[in-house]
Every structure is written in structure tokens, then in C-alpha cells.
């Protein structure tokens, strides 16, 4: 599996992937910061990665269909402190292996993680 870590998120996302063995990169590695979320999930659609954000704009299903796209994955974290967002995202690791990212939203805060897919039910 293959990741995009957007800009507002920290970079230990990354390195917390590739040391489980997935191909992570971020917004800022790839000079593409302040880029408009459009030009983002683009390039996350053409390099065929999940997009990781904080930005619940990628959670509008109209403007980003999960059918078109390799995997959103939105924290909506009522505490966006970077131990909290660590905490948050570990576990959620275990969950790649057993659910799938492709063509699907991932809404995840810190009590569950609700999953749209194709059929566009949660």
C-alpha cells in the first residue's frame, strides 16, 4: 500500500509506515505544500495513494467521489496536538490489513472509524 501524509499532519505518520512496511510520502517531501486540495487528491489519484489529512474538505463524497480515489483516510480529532494525532493513528495501522482503503473513505476520530465505500453506506 501506498500513502500520501498531507501537510497538516505530522511527518512521524510517514516513518511510522515505512517502518510497518508501506511506501509513505508527504505533501512537504514532494514541494507540493500549499497546493489547493484538487491539485492534492490529483496527485494522490495519479501516484495511486491513500491520502491521510486532517482536512475534512476530502470528506465531502460530491467533490471527492471514494470510488475515483486509491483511499481517503480524514482524522476528525477533537485534539489535533501532535502526541494526540500519533496516539490516535497507531492503531489504526492494524486496521489496513483487515479493511479495505481503495475506493473508500475512512472517517476516523478517537472512538471508531466509519468506512463509505461504493455503496455509499457508513
Avoid at 511527518?11 to 510520502?25: D, W
Avoid at 467533490?63 to 496516539?87: C, M, N, S, T
Avoid at 493513528?89 to 481503495?102: A, I
Amino acid at each position: 500500500m501506498k500513502f500520501k501524509i498531507d501537510e497538516n499532519l505530522p511527518g512521524e505518520i510517514a516513518e511510522m509506515l515505512r517502518q510497518q512496511g508501506y511506501e509513505a510520502s508527504t505533501i512537504l517531501e514532494q514541494n507540493l505544500g500549499g497546493q489547493n486540495d484538487r491539485k492534492v487528491a490529483m496527485v494522490c489519484r495519479a501516484e495511486k495513494r491513500t491520502l491521510i489529512t486532517l482536512d475534512t474538505d476530502f470528506s465531502n463524497i460530491r467533490a471527492y467521489p471514494p470510488e475515483k480515489f486509491f483511499g481517503i483516510i480524514v482524522l476528525r480529532l477533537k485534539k489535533q496536538d501532535k502526541p494526540h494525532v500519533l496516539d490516535v493513528f497507531r492503531p489504526l495501522m492494524d486496521l489496513f490489513s483487515k479493511e479495505q482503503l481503495q475506493s473508500n473513505l475512512w472517517i476516523v476520530d478517537e472512538k471508531r472509524v466509519r468506512i463509505r465505500g461504493e455503496e455509499g453506506q457508513f
